[in-house]
């Protein structure tokens, strides 16, 4: 029997208690997350009133479903929001984009199956459809005109094997069919005799409430009761917290580890902190070594938050880095961050973060941002994932230093600049100055003058666009440099200036 997956996840809200909300929230039961709700998050989301009891009722649904309380990460979370921008690229059609899809729905809740199997397009009988003749079930047929129609069975088997997969499923085996049955790349979802997927979705999904004692309750929603103060910020590695204290203790870091964090705030107002750990070459850290990232975020006496996650060292042009978004208040924080090598010391240093908060309807830049390591990802990428823009990925050179062989790109991010009717893009100048002094104590003093430069608009990131260019380095001599980057907005008449300083070696 056919069903329709949007039914077995609808969520049932009361709108009149809704109506004052803004649409930022009231859109927050309807969109991926109604594929986690309980039926007690159900009834307690109808007694949402508020923008301000919106927040702090997506805050505690998703901290029942934080595996690691304590920890500045959630990490399903995380996942969940990568599995909702992977299944808009890969089950997308044309009349739906993918997380609305049958497959991405099942994607996002379980992720990919054990096992997967496919039943190549088999052409049926043609069959000419009459408005005389039964329609046999197929009812997106038109019968208003005689008509042939090629019938399919293409079809997909999901299987969830409980042996090899960490999901509750409460049964050795789940299988769910798909089937596009007029090959038109709708895939459909098929209930099976021995697969009621109802159940199984409820069971997954409350596979994912890590915390239970995070509990909600609907007068929390109603009365607007102040939340909890959170559980203090602790390692679970006792050599990581080691590490740690002997930095606050005033221990000097490690001087071959650098630390870039900027500040950015997503389209619907989620703001994030990426912070980027960058070993130059010859530190002794191997690309593609499995490491622990950790890591302490202290402001004034008080430590609000660590992490510590398995992490992978990734290459850049002969360096290695990793890197992970954090979310902080506007505040001055002190960072402390490392990476652990089985077997070996933790690696640890400290950089000042500040956060000043940014309005996600201003328009505004980002910092400048220096790099010899561009590129565009293999995967689809997160709104908060560090320093990714519209699928491509900047590695900024932490330690600021460059050689005479490199092209140095600087980046910026530009939020809401005014868009020209006629091309339907910014419309920019940007003006470039470099000035410094070379090794031998030369000054050094070159200016370009204002240029229209084309803003490539960020994909999956509406209303921001990036702006960047490429200097090879070849003909500078080794020095100290600062690059002045003023770029304006000529539609709306807003000028920016920005600069970085930086290196140059042989």
Partial sequence: MRILFSALV?????????????????????????????????????????????????????????????????????????????????????????????????????????????????????????????????????????????????????????????????????????????????????????????????????????????????????????????????????????????????????????????????????????????????????ANAPVTFFGAIDQGDQTVAVFETPATLQPSNGAVYVARSLVLAPGEYRGIFGVAVQGKAPVVTAANISVAGIDKDAAGVSALMLSNHIFTMSEAQAPTDPYTFGGMRVVLKSDGTFRTKDELWYFIELRNPGVDPASKAPKLTVKLSLTGKTAQGAPVKMLAPAEETPAQELKGVPGHWGVGQSIPLDSFKPGEYTLAVKVTDVTSNHSYDLSSNFRIVE
Wanted: net charge negative.
């Fill in 10 to 286: 609808a969520v049932s809200i009361a709108a009149s208690a809704n109506a004052a909300l803004s649409k930022e929230y009231a859109n927050f039961p309807s969109g991926p997350a109604q594929l986690l709700f309980t039926a007690e998050e159900k009834d307690d989301w109808n007694h949402v009133e508020t923008d301000e009891l919106a927040r702090a009722f997506i805050e505690k649904f998703w901290a029942r479903r934080d595996p690691t309380p304590g920890t500045l990460a959630n990490e399903y979370r995380d996942g969940f929001d990568k599995r909702v921008k992977t299944a808009d690229i890969n089950y997308s059609n044309a009349k739906q984009k993918g997380s609305v899809t049958d497959r991405g729905k099942v994607y996002i809740l379980m992720g990919l199956p054990t096992n997967l199997q496919k039943t190549e397009k088999k052409s049926s009988n043609v069959q000419t459809f009459t408005p005389q003749m039964p329609r046999r079930g197929l009812d997106e047929i038109d019968a208003s005109a005689n008509r042939s129609v090629q019938a399919y069975t293409s079809k997909e088997v999901w299987i969830w094997d409980q042996g090899k997969s960490k999901l509750p499923l409460g049964q050795p085996k789940v299988e769910l069919i798909f089937v596009d049955q007029y090959d038109s790349n709708e895939w459909k979802l098929d209930r099976l005799p021995s697969t009621d997927p109802l159940v199984v979705f409820e069971r997954v999904a409350k596979g994912f409430i890590f915390q239970p004692g995070a509990t909600l309750d609907a007068s929390t929603y109603t009365d607007a009761a102040p939340a909890a103060a959170p559980a203090p910020a602790k390692f679970k590695n006792d050599a990581l917290r080691a590490a740690v204290d002997e930095i606050r203790a005033g221990k000097a870091g490690a001087t071959n580890l650098f630390v870039s964090s900027s500040e950015f705030v997503t389209p619907s107002g989620d703001h994030f902190v990426p912070v980027q750990l960058y070993a130059p070459t010859g530190t002794g850290l191997d």
